[in-house]
């Protein structure tokens, strides 16, 4: 660390540490982390500010906020909407996580709507006759569906910070649904894409026309089944969906052939989301906070700190050095959080251990020789634990919203893989979650820290970010769909934004460039030849991408006004209006 960095960011450890070090309520319903208040006055970053990977969705967000609404208010609303016009990425029968910055407080509380595992649960839940499923088998499989999370996480999320009534929150979703939207061409891509999700009975019904075409970009797609389904929510409140009729038709649905599934009515009714107290440390004069396991922030938080030791990332975009840093930082990252990431209410996971400055020392000490795939180290607290067998395909959006307020929302939202699992009931698509456990539950004797078992939630690389300055104010958020790639992508954007003084968008588009084991993917055609030169000497010649790409959005405050962007590579927008 640059040692004017070090005298700021070393009173803040110890605060944030404390402040860290707080236990969550019975049921992990935490009170969420206070950062230290500010003690200087300054001008407080407030909003309206929407970006999402929807314009429609963004629409719907921007206008809750201009009735008054609440950050949370909005989410909701951009959630509905992005349910029905991206429901390749989100929607209400998937599962999110939700960072929530309160402006008068300064406190930070993650809100974790991960779905969990039905009662019938076994770590066995992908083989047949004695092997794992091929994968593409369990994603389509009755078996791959969790109870889904979403809604009872924004619902616990609106009761303690909305200011609308929930029901006045669905409108547009509604409007759009039984009206009709406008298909985008990503959607469209998707439709009539190769993956089988697309090409379920369900899905087929849905995306095909009267006259046996399927839809197309600029085409007309209308949801009644969605807009009864909201409006009951509306009307209902969420237990419109884990109780009654809605719930009853997830549970019918998921125990269809092929491959049936063992999610019941009571498993869905008996979902509880939870809140969490935030994981917060300091890098470089900011503070970073994201959400404790089973979302896999803790890796990010390790990869930063390992970058503070790492003096060729200070080099910049264009350093050739700082790129193979980069890999080569990522490839000791994955190889911990790949090891011993899990659902910490079943298994030890070494939060302190990883985070530890004389364990991230070590790793980052490793990094010059790294050339190829490392082992995971041995942190403090690490539980004996067998290699993971997860595969995490994307399927997933971000979004961040900052009201009038000041209080904001970075939340990321999946159903998991394209469509989930291709499987539909009232209008929506349900998640295809549980295929993000180990398929293989134990090694060498020890079960996987992410194996299955009943009530669990699936490990997550879904990591929306907060990050306030070092009196505990709100300056930014960020966060990306991705599947595991999800980690590269938020580190290179805060890397660009607080490393290498980049604006948000142009952080946002960089190259992407994933190193995770032997596998490194990259946005070839966008690195320079020298900088794809030095990674091949390093160990990681690029190949293309071959995981779900970014769709960053973020938001930086800068001279009194909000920095934001969205990512290129999809169809998102970051609009903001002045405070």
Not at 68 to 89: F, T, Y
Not at 109 to 120: L, N, V
Not at 134 to 159: E, H
Not at 548 to 562: F, P, Q, V
Request: glycine letters at 12%.
């Amino acid at each position: 660390m640059r040692p004017s960095l070090k005298r700021l960011a070393a009173p803040l450890l110890s605060l944030v540490l404390a402040a860290c070090q707080t236990a969550p309520g019975p049921g992990g319903e935490g009170p969420g982390v206070a950062v230290p208040a500010s003690t200087a006055p300054s001008a407080p970053a407030r909003g309206p500010f929407v970006a999402a990977a929807n314009p429609l969705a963004v629409e719907a967000g921007m206008a809750v906020l201009r009735r008054g609404g609440s950050a949370v208010d909005a989410a909701v609303a951009i959630q509905a909407v992005l349910g029905l016009v991206e429901p390749q990425s989100s929607g209400l029968g998937g599962g999110a996580f939700l960072m929530h910055y309160d402006a008068a407080t300064g406190r930070v509380t993650a809100y974790d709507g991960r779905e969990t595992a039905p009662a019938s649960a076994t770590p066995e839940l992908f083989y047949e006759d004695g092997r794992p499923l091929a994968f593409g088998d369990a994603v389509l499989s009755g078996r791959s569906t969790g109870a889904p999370g979403a809604v009872a996480m924004l619902a616990m999320a609106q009761k303690d910070h909305g200011r609308l009534a929930w029901r006045d929150l669905f409108g547009d979703a509604e409007r759009l649904a039984r009206d009709g939207f406008t298909v985008s061409p990503r959607l469209a891509g998707m439709i009539n894409g190769a993956a089988p999700q697309a090409r379920t009975r369900w899905a087929s019904a849905y995306f095909t026309k009267p006259d046996g075409a399927r839809y197309q970009a600029g085409d007309t797609l209308r949801n009644p089944a969605y807009a009864d389904t909201v409006r009951r929510l509306a009307d209902q409140g969420p237990g419109a969906l884990y109780g009654g009729p809605i719930g009853q038709a997830v549970a019918a649905t998921v125990a269809e052939g092929p491959r049936p599934g063992g999610l019941t009515q009571a498993d869905i009714a008996a979902y509880r989301p939870l809140r969490r107290d935030a994981l917060c440390r300091p890098y470089r004069v900011y503070v970073v906070c994201v959400p404790p396991p089973p979302s896999s922030g803790v890796a990010v938080l390790q990869f930063l700190a390992m970058a503070e030791r790492t003096p060729d990332l200070d080099k910049g975009a264009d350093s050739p050095e700082a790129w193979v840093a980069f890999g080569r930082l990522q490839r000791l990252m994955y190889a911990d959080r790949d090891r011993y990431v899990g659902d910490a209410d079943f298994v030890g996971v070494p939060v302190a251990g990883l985070l530890d400055p004389d364990y991230v020392a070590g790793r980052a000490a490793l990094a010059p020789q790294v050339n190829g795939p490392v082992e995971a180290g041995r942190p403090t607290g690490a539980p004996p634990v067998g290699a993971d067998a997860t595969a995490e395909p994307g399927g997933t959006s971000h979004m961040v919203v900052v009201d009038a307020g000041g209080n904001a929302v970075s939340m990321t939202t999946t159903v998991e893989s394209i469509f989930g699992s291709g499987r539909m009931a009232g209008g929506f698509f349900l998640n295809n979650q549980l295929t993000d456990f180990s398929f293989t539950p134990t090694e060498g004797g020890h079960a996987a820290a992410n194996a299955v078992a009943a009530g669990k939630r699936p490990r997550s690389s879904m990591t929306p970010t907060l990050i306030l300055d070092r009196q505990g104010r709100l300056v930014g958020a960020i966060g990306s769909p991705g599947g595991s790639s999800i980690l590269a992508y938020v580190a290179k954007a805060l890397v660009g934004v607080i490393d290498w003084g980049l604006p948000m968008q142009e952080a946002i588009a960089l190259p992407n460039l994933v190193v995770r084991g032997e596998m490194v993917g990259a946005d070839a055609q966008a690195l320079s030849p020298d900088i794809r030169a030095a990674l091949a000497q390093a160990g990681m010649a690029v190949r293309p991408n071959a995981t779900e790409t970014s769709g960053l959005h973020g938001a930086i405050w800068r001279d009194g006004r909000w920095d934001g962007g969205a990512d290129p590579r999809r169809e998102g927008v970051a609009v903001s209006a002045a405070p």
